[in-house]
């Protein structure tokens, strides 16, 4: 059986499972990620091949954009944000759209009054969240949320270390 999925990036995903017998199951392409994009790879495959696929052009296989986390592409999916860092005219902030949405970039999304990343959403690099107090707290018991960034398991213990609410 051949079977032709569409949607890969503008592509074809071809599927070449065997006709089912009487003691095979039927091929469900959908659970079979053994599918093989024309070419190959694609949105969908579920590995991120950049710079073939990005956050924006593949969510599903790059995870989501933000603007707060560092990306292996140029920009963080917030067309407002994105434009304040780059024409901020902060060192190397062009780059951030041209290059890569990297760490300098989500350092300068608050330098330069660009938006927030607050303490409910994971940043990277940046230690600590806007809240003070929600911050000290979850900090007081987690050192790394201050020094190393503010991961995603700091996001939940705001809640579960009883600092605030996410």
Known sequence: ???LITGCQDEDVIDTAPEPTPDAPL???EQDMAATCAPSPCCGDGLCTVPDESCKSCPGDCGEC???VSQTVAGCGNDIVEMCVCGSGAPDAEFCCTGQWDLTCVEDVLAQGCGTCDCCTAHDGIGGCLDQAISDCVCAQDPGC??????ATCVGEVTTLGCGTC
Request: hydrophobic content about 35%; overall charge negative; charged content about 15%.
């Open 1 to 3: 059986m051949l079977v």
């Open 27 to 29: 091929h469900d392409a």
């Open 66 to 68: 933000g603007c707060c």
């Open 146 to 151: 201050c020094s190393d960034g503010w991961s």
